[in-house]
Every structure is written in C-alpha cells, then in structure tokens.
C-alpha cells in the first residue's frame, strides 16, 4: 500500500466542513451552495481529502466581496 505524502485525517477534513457549515458559509467562487455540496457529501470530501493528502489541491481563488465603508474610511 502506498502512503500519502501528507498525514491528513478524513475527520478532520469531516470537522473542517462542519465548521463551514455551522458558520454559514457562503458559496465560494463555483458558486456551490452548502446544500449542493451535501448533496453528494460523502463522495465531495473524499474528493478533497484525496487531493490534499496527495498534494495536487490547490484552493481555488477567494470570492472577493466589496464592503461598503463611510467616506475616509479605508
């Protein structure tokens, strides 16, 4: 059996998506809601699990997300 080359637990990828959820994250820059990922969820976090214990997940780009400011603010 061959070894990932990074030591990630599937739980704590499980917790991670936990903490998304509980905070209400939004969707990102695919636009994939909570309730799209869940839909095959156990099948999205071994996808990401596998990508990132073997080293080929990059992230892709934040969602950026103008907030409003008072004139002079920065």
Excluded: C, H
């Amino acid at each position: 059996m061959t070894s990932k080359p990074y030591d990630i637990s599937k739980d704590v990828v499980l917790e991670a998506f936990r903490q998304v959820k509980a905070n209400r994250g939004s969707t990102g820059i695919d636009d994939q809601s909570i309730q799209d990922f869940e839909q095959d969820l156990k099948n999205n976090l071994y996808k990401i699990w596998n990508r990132m214990s073997s080293g080929s997940y990059f992230p892709p780009s934040v969602k950026s997300v103008e907030i409003p400011k008072k004139a002079g603010e920065e």
